[in-house]
């Protein structure tokens, strides 16, 4: 096949009709802007931070412009809109994840603040929740650092002991040694659903599954899956799951941890100050009930607002018609990907089971020089090892460059991202 074959082939056709693309990147002024003499912007940088919807911007300036005010305990009336609006998002979210109830929804600034909240507070914790020296903590080798870092604090400070699965040449997590791995000592075991640098989507029920069995807590970090699939925390059967706004059409400096509420309630804040309080003396302090015993200081207010709307956004197409999008945008750019001379993919090498980032590596061509003459084209790619340079070690490269895909991404982009990466080997020579 030749870098000229057009999206109008077979699986280039099985895309039309998924989403109105032409409809929805209207919604996105910056997806109107052209680069370098006139050069069309191609997005292909979704897994690091989503663009966002006029309508999110629209509710962003709405909030400052009309209800900017600090929430909770004001009488006043911008205080009391500001605090519809903002116990409004945590409605929303509720719903969005399926959450049992909007007091297991807790905002923190994003999916990182999250995972170190879970963290900090088994270490504070009383039994049968402390991780102490005698525990276990499990993780994977594929995370981000934000699911790595914290764990190894946690350990460094209690002397609790960190294993963590590997993975297969394919890819994917390597399950064969589970039961060595999660045993009657494990407290917590804390994975991604999906991998932000290879696209995996990880086999959740048996993981937490085996978790169960042991009574260890399980921590799921969704931020790679809350913006692109239906995320229902019922159905995953977790105690706790992560994620950040930003990924999802929401502003930055929001994110959102789900806990179930007995949990919660029974586990120590993490940050202490005001509005995480019922009562303050000199001696000692009480603390509010969950969510707010987590939520210390005046909160992202106008984030978490912004984030409402982009759930109204996402759930206006439906989650599932974005899921099946994103798939067949997924599954082309994978066998177009496998044309390119030279071009090794990183991760799974189908559409089956894997999220909407695809890394790879070209030849001996440094991602950061495939990344500068993508660039050039106007195409924005991200290249390093994404907070996850565990995975890089383990298959033996510096470095990767990632394409990701979102609900606006075309077949067009990829193709562009195809004709883009010859014309990388070419430059190259």
């Known amino acids: ?208 599954r085996k978790a169960q069995s042991v009574g260890a807590l399980v921590l799921i970090d969704a931020s790679q899956a809350a913006p692109h699939m239906v995320l229902d925390v019922q159905a995953l059967e977790a105690d706790f799951v992560a994620f950040t706004g930003h990924k999802m059409l929401a502003p930055t400096g929001i994110g959102v941890l789900w806990g179930r509420q007995e949990l919660l309630e029974d586990l120590p804040p993490f940050l202490g100050g005001g509005e995480m309080i019922e009562t303050v003396t000199m001696g000692s302090s009480t603390y509010a009930p969950a969510p707010h015993k987590f939520e210390a200081g005046t909160p992202p207010i106008a984030q978490a607002v912004g984030l409402g709307a982009a759930i109204d956004y996402l759930s206006n197409i439906g989650m599932e018609k974005i899921a099946a999008h994103e798939h067949a945008i997924t599954e082309y750019a994978v066998e177009r990907l496998l044309e390119v001379p030279e071009l090794r993919i990183i991760g799974p090498r189908t559409a089956v089971d894997r999220g909407a980032a695809i890394s790879f590596v070209l030849g001996d061509i440094h991602p950061h020089d495939v990344g500068q003459v993508l660039d050039e084209q106007g195409i924005a790619v991200r290249v390093g090892h994404h907070c996850a340079r565990p995975v890089c070690l383990r298959y033996g490269i510096p470095a990767t460059t990632r394409a990701s895909f979102y609900l606006y991404s075309t077949p067009a982009e990829v193709d562009a991202l195809i004709a883009g990466l010859h014309h990388v080997r070419n430059f190259f020579g």
């Open 1 to 208: 096949m030749t870098q000229s074959r057009s999206s109008e082939g077979h699986t280039g056709s099985a895309l039309t009709g998924l989403l109105d693309t032409d409809a929805i990147r209207k919604d996105f002024p910056i997806l109107q802007r052209v680069l370098h003499d006139g050069k069309p912007l191609i997005y292909l940088d979704n897994a690091a931070t989503s663009q966002k919807p006029r309508q999110v911007l629209e509710a962003l300036n709405a909030y400052y412009e009309r209800y900017n005010a600090n929430v909770h305990r004001g009488v006043h009336v911008l205080a009391e809109e500001a605090t519809a609006l903002y116990e409004g998002a945590r409605d929303k979210v509720a719903a969005f994840v399926n959450a049992p109830s909007r007091d297991e929804v807790i905002f923190t600034k994003n999916a990182s603040e999250s995972l170190n909240l879970v963290a900090n507070m088994l270490g504070w914790a009383d039994e049968p929740y402390r991780v102490d020296a005698d525990a276990e903590i499990v993780i994977t080798e594929m995370e981000h650092h934000s699911n790595i870092v914290p764990w190894q604090l946690l350990s460094q400070r209690t002397g609790a002991k960190l294993k963590w699965f590997g993975l297969t040449d394919e890819g994917r997590l390597d399950l064969s040694n589970i039961d060595e791995l999660i045993t009657e000592k494990t407290k917590i075991v804390s994975f991604t659903l999906v991998s932000n640098l290879m696209g995996t989507i990880n086999p959740v029920e048996t993981i937490v």
